[in-house]
C-alpha cells in the first residue's frame, strides 16, 4: 500500500490554516469541527473492495476512533479520499464535540467487512477546542476578540488599590516550546486521570470539565498542582510572586519535577491557569477585583474587629487590596438556557469546592442577577464583589461595639486588559448592578443578602456631624511623604474628639507586616471649621514595614465626645516604584543577533546588593539572569546590555524584573517588531503605567 515515509500530515498547511503555526510547524496541532488534510503516496492501487482510513488512538485508552469515507459526519469523525495519480489526498473531518487531547494516527488499508490488512506506524496529532467553530461549545461570536483572548501571548494584570490601579506586563507564553506538551501533561496528572483514566479521557470534550480540572491543578494543595501559596515570610527556597514575569518558567519547572512551584499568590495563579486554558483554545482572560472579600463563613459581610489599641484582630474573614482570576467563554448545558458566556474561574486555593481547592466555572449572569444555587460557587464568588463590611471596637471588659458599615465598598473598579491595546477595560457592570439602584437591591433580596440603603461610596466617615477624610498623595518608593488626617464640624457648636492614626504595612491580601508611624491627639473642633493632622512618613520609617508589594495601610480611629459611635476610615497608599529603561540600538529580525541596553537608577537611600536583572519574552528569549556586580549606590544609574537571537517574527513584548536585598518587584516593558529575515520592522514605544 504505502511506506511510512509516504504518509505526509502537511503540518504546515493545516497548522496555519487552523492558527496554530505559532505553536509548532512540524507537528500536527488540528482545533476540532474544522477538517484538515493528509497525503498519502501509494506504492500500489488500492486493491479491490478494500479502503483506505485513519486510526485514532489516544494514551491510557483502549478505544480506537477508526475514521471511515462517509458524505455526511453526524457528529462522528468521517473523511473524504480525492485520488491525483499516484497520491491520494484525505480530508478529516472531526466533530465539534471531540475529545481534546494527544492521539496516535495510523493510516490503514481496510477489507469491506472492517478488517485491517496493512497499517502504517502512527504518527501523533493534537486536537483543540476551537472557538472559531460555531457547533464548538466554546465559539466566540466576535473573531476579532480572539486574537485577544487566545491568540494574544503577552497581557497586563492590574494591581494597586482601587484609587491607585497599576498595570504589571505578563507573558503568558501559550506557544511557546513545550508548553502544549504540559498543558497536556496536568491534565493527566490530575486527581480525576489518575483515580479513573478512561472516565476523565470521556469527559474532555466538556470546557466546563476541562476548565474545573484545570483550575483545581493550577494550585498544589490537593495534588502535585503546579503552584505553591505564600503569602509572608521568607521566599529564599523559591521565587518570590512578585518576581515572576511569565508563566513559561513555571510551568517548565512543574513539567520537571511534577511537584509545586515555589510560590505563587493570586495574579500568578490566574497568568497560569490563562496560559493553560488558551493553549487548549478556550477563550479566556485575567480578571482583578479591587477590595476584593474573602467570606470563608457564608455570611455574606465581613466583620473587621479592632482591640482598643487599634489593633486588627485576626479573623479568617478578610478584604484584599485586589484579588485575580481569570474568565473563560462557553456555553453551559448543565445549566438553565442564558447561563453561557463568560464564566469566572478561580486556581486561587481559598475555600474548598467539591471537597477540593477549585472555584467555577460560574456564570457571571449567576453572580450579576444573585442566582447563587448555579454551578460552581456562584455565592463565594458573589460574596468577592458584594460582601459588606462590619467593623466592631472590643472594648475593656470585653463588650463589642459596631463601629461601622459599609455596604459599597467591595467589588470596585473590575478590570482586565482591553483587546483594543495595553489599556485597562472595566468590567463591574458585568458582575453588578449600579450601587444603590432598584435593580441592585432585587438582587440583594434574592441572594439573601440584607437589604439596606447603602450610602454613596466615599473615602470619609461621617458621625453626627464630624467628618473624618484621609488625604494623601501618590509617594514615590524611598521617598518621604506625609498622611493627612482631616477632621471637618459640620455642627453648630464645637467639637470634642480623640483622633488616633496609624500606620502599617501591609501584604495585598490584608496581612501585616510591621507599624511604621502612630500618634493620638485630643482635638477640639470650632463650629464649621476642618482640623488637620499630619503623619510625616520618612524611608526610615516604613522601609522595613513594607514587603515588594509596597502598600502602607493608613487607619483613622475617632471617638466624639456625646456620641455612641466611633468613626473609622482606612486607606492603602500604594508607593510607586521606580522605572526600568529598555533600548534596542537597531531593528530586530529572526535568527540574527541583536542587544538591549537595560538602565535602572536606585531610588532609595540606601544602597543596593545583590541586584539581578530577569529577562523575558515569548518569542525573543526564555527566562535569563544577568547578574549585576557590586553595590548599587543610593541615586546610582546602572546599565547592563543583553544579546539574543530572536525566534519568531511578529509583534512581541520583551520584559524585564530587577530585583535586590532591599528592593523588589521592578519592572520594565518594550514592545518590538521582530521582522523576518527580508522585513523593516520598528521599535515601540515603551510603556512603564498600563492603567
Known amino acids: 500500500m504505502t511506506s511510512d515515509d509516504d504518509v505526509d500530515l502537511r503540518s504546515w498547511d493545516n497548522n496555519r490554516a487552523h492558527r496554530t503555526d505559532e505553536i509548532d510547524r512540524q507537528r500536527l496541532i488540528v482545533r476540532r469541527g474544522k477538517p484538515f488534510s493528509l497525503a498519502v503516496q501509494c506504492l500500489r492501487e488500492v486493491p479491490y473492495g478494500c479502503e483506505l482510513a485513519l486510526v485514532l488512538k489516544q494514551d491510557k485508552s483502549n478505544d480506537e476512533i477508526v475514521i471511515r469515507q462517509h458524505t455526511a459526519g453526524g457528529g462522528q469523525w468521517y473523511l473524504l479520499q480525492q485520488t491525483a495519480q499516484d497520491e491520494i489526498l484525505l480530508t478529516v473531518h472531526s466533530p465539534a464535540r471531540a475529545t481534546i487531547g494527544q492521539y496516535h494516527l495510523a493510516v490503514v488499508l481496510m477489507s469491506g467487512n472492517g478488517n485491517i490488512m496493512e497499517e502504517t506506524t502512527s504518527n501523533k496529532i493534537y486536537v483543540l477546542f476551537n472557538p472559531w467553530c460555531k ?18 501571548e503577552y497581557g497586563v494584570i492590574y494591581t494597586g488599590s482601587s484609587d491607585s490601579i497599576h ?87 512543574w513539567s520537571k519535577s511534577k511537584s509545586g512551584v515555589k510560590y505563587g499568590q493570586c495574579w500568578v495563579y490566574a497568568t497560569v491557569a490563562c496560559t493553560v486554558l488558551r493553549c487548549l483554545g478556550l477563550p479566556t482572560r485575567c480578571i482583578t477585583n479591587f477590595n476584593s472579600a474573602h467570606d470563608s463563613d457564608g455570611t455574606l459581610s465581613i466583620d473587621r474587629v479592632y482591640d482598643i489599641w487599634n489593633h486588627m484582630v485576626d479573623d479568617p474573614d478578610s478584604i484584599w487590596n485586589f484579588h485575580c482570576w481569570i474568565e473563560s467563554y462557553m456555553q453551559r448545558e448543565d445549566l438553565p438556557e442564558g447561563y453561557g458566556g463568560w464564566q469566572a474561574l478561580d486556581p486561587t486555593p481559598q475555600e474548598k469546592s467539591s471537597g477540593m481547592f477549585q472555584c467555577g466555572p460560574c456564570p457571571l449572569k449567576a453572580i450579576k442577577e444573585g442566582d447563587l444555587k448555579m454551578k460552581y460557587d456562584a455565592p463565594f464568588i458573589f460574596a468577592e464583589v458584594n460582601a459588606d463590611i462590619i467593623s466592631w471596637l472590643v472594648e475593656e471588659g470585653g463588650h463589642r461595639k459596631q463601629i461601622s ?7 470596585r473598579n473590575i478590570s ?14 458585568e458582575y453588578k448592578y449600579r450601587e444603590g439602584s432598584t435593580e441592585e437591591r432585587e438582587v440583594y433580596k434574592k441572594a439573601g443578602r440584607r437589604s439596606t440603603d447603602p450610602p454613596a461610596f466615599s473615602r470619609s466617615s461621617i458621625v453626627g456631624e464630624v467628618q473624618l477624610e484621609i488625604k494623601h498623595d501618590h509617594p514615590v518608593l524611598g521617598m518621604d511623604f506625609d498622611i493627612v488626617f482631616e477632621l471637618k464640624n459640620t455642627k453648630q457648636k464645637e467639637a470634642h474628639c480623640k483622633l488616633t492614626m496609624v500606620t502599617k504595612g501591609v501584604t495585598y491580601n490584608s496581612m501585616t507586616l510591621g507599624e511604621c508611624l502612630r500618634g493620638t491627639v485630643d482635638v477640639v473642633i470650632p463650629p464649621h471649621k476642618t482640623h488637620r493632622e499630619v503623619l ?4 526610615a520609617k516604613y522601609g522595613s514595614c513594607v514587603n ?23 486607606i492603602n497608599v500604594t508607593l510607586r516604584k521606580p522605572e526600568i529603561t529598555v533600548k534596542f540600538p537597531g531593528r530586530l529580525t529572526v535568527g540574527e543577533k541583536t542587544t538591549a541596553v537595560i538602565s535602572f537608577t536606585n531610588p532609595l537611600p540606601v544602597p543596593l546588593k545583590n541586584g539581578l536583572f530577569t529577562v523575558e519574552g ?11 556586580p557590586g553595590t548599587i549606590m543610593p541615586q546610582q544609574n546602572v546599565t547592563v546590555q543583553f544579546t539574543f537571537v530572536a525566534k519568531r517574527a511578529g509583534v512581541k513584548q520583551f520584559l524585564v524584573d530587577f530585583d535586590s536585598d532591599s528592593l523588589q518587584d521592578v519592572k520594565g516593558v518594550v514592545t518590538v517588531v521582530v521582522n523576518t529575515e527580508h522585513g523593516r520592522g520598528l521599535i515601540m514605544p515603551k510603556f512603564h503605567e498600563f492603567a
Open 135 to 152: 457547533d464548538d461549545l466554546v465559539y466566540f461570536p466576535d473573531e476579532s476578540l480572539l486574537q485577544e483572548y487566545v491568540m494574544n
Open 536 to 539: 510625616h512618613l520618612s524611608y
Open 618 to 628: 515569548a518569542g525573543l528569549v526564555s527566562t535569563t539572569e544577568i547578574c549585576v
Open 167 to 253: 498595570g504589571l506586563p505578563w507573558n503568558f507564553g501559550q506557544f511557546e516550546d513545550s508548553v502544549l506538551d504540559i498543558c497536556f501533561e496536568i491534565l493527566d496528572h490530575s486527581i480525576p486521570a489518575l483515580s479513573d483514566p478512561v472516565k476523565d479521557r470521556s469527559q474532555r470534550w466538556d470546557p466546563v470539565y476541562v476548565s474545573r480540572t484545570i483550575i483545581a491543578m493550577v494550585n498544589s494543595n490537593d495534588d502535585r498542582g503546579v503552584l505553591v501559596g505564600k503569602w509572608q515570610g521568607s521566599y529564599s527556597d523559591g521565587v518570590a510572586p512578585t518576581k515572576w514575569m511569565s508563566s513559561v518558567p513555571i510551568l517548565e519547572k
Open 416 to 429: 482586565t486588559k482591553s483587546p483594543y491595546g495595553d489599556r485597562r477595560q472595566d468590567v463591574t457592570s
Open 548 to 570: 515588594e508589594q509596597h502598600i502602607i495601610r493608613a487607619l483613622g480611629m475617632v471617638d466624639v465626645s456625646g456620641e455612641d459611635k466611633n468613626i473609622l476610615e482606612t
Open 405 to 411: 458599615s459599609q455596604t459599597s465598598h467591595v467589588g
